[in-house]
């Protein structure tokens, strides 16, 4: 049974910092390339950040470029996503997703999806 758990969400104040982290299992972690997307309240689920089965390929939403980076632990089986100079927009809950295909930023194209973590920002 693939599983993947979302973690590290919270309440932070604009410009702090959070990392969240997801596990996975069920799943040859390696072969599959990891995706976060966020959805916020009354608003479509869009994508954040992306990377490839080995780390060579990353993908950003313009609108975390260069606050926000994605890596991914292999042996461990997690991939992560270090969030700085969070802003209140930022507010979401935050869901990772593996596909096995290629990185890609296409929600439609991943197959398996965490439960999300509430990320909170206040101002």
């Known amino acids: 049974q693939v599983q993947l758990v979302d973690s590290g969400g919270g309440l932070v104040q604009a410009g702090g910092s959070l990392t969240l982290s997801c596990a996975a299992s069920?799943?040859?972690?390696?072969?599959?390339?990891m995706g976060w997307f966020r959805q916020a309240p009354g608003k479509e689920r869009e994508f954040v950040a992306a990377?490839?089965?080995?780390?060579?390929?990353?993908y950003y939403a313009d609108s975390v470029k260069g606050r926000f980076s994605i890596s991914r632990d292999n042996a461990k089986n997690t991939v992560y996503l270090q969030m700085n100079s969070l802003k209140p927009e930022d507010t979401a809950v935050y869901y990772c997703?593996?596909?096995?295909?290629?990185?890609?930023?296409?929600?439609?194209?991943?197959?398996?999806w965490g439960q999300g973590t509430q990320v909170t920002v206040s101002s």
């Open positions: 990377i490839s089965r080995s780390g060579s390929t990353i």
């Open positions: 997703a593996a596909d096995l295909l290629r990185v890609s930023k296409t929600e439609s194209e991943y197959d398996y």
């Open positions: 069920g799943l040859p972690f390696s072969r599959y390339a």
